[in-house]
């Protein structure tokens, strides 16, 4: 089983800060729900592990001054919660 080894995994989907905050909101929950939908059908997770979350572009790690910085924001964290 690919859900043994941890209880919970949250995953937060992240964007830069192109848009509105609204848009960016539900576009994060978008790939965060896009990535637990993988999780499930091609590896099998218990989805009832997996908690997505969108947290929009409220925590970038780069800039938003440029491209690179703003590919950076775009991105999917887990957080694995263990036994």
């Known amino acids: 089983n690919s859900s043994r080894g941890f209880e919970t995994l949250v995953i937060e989907g992240h964007t830069c800060s192109l848009g509105t905050a609204k ?22 997770v218990d989805p009832r592990k997996i908690i997505p979350v969108g947290r929009g572009e409220a925590h970038p790690i780069s800039t938003n001054k440029n491209e690179t910085g703003r590919e950076k924001n775009r991105r999917v964290e887990f957080k694995i919660y263990r036994k």
């Open 23 to 44: 848009y960016n909101r539900n576009l994060s929950r978008k790939r965060a729900l896009r990535i637990k939908k993988m999780l499930v059908s091609e590896y099998g």
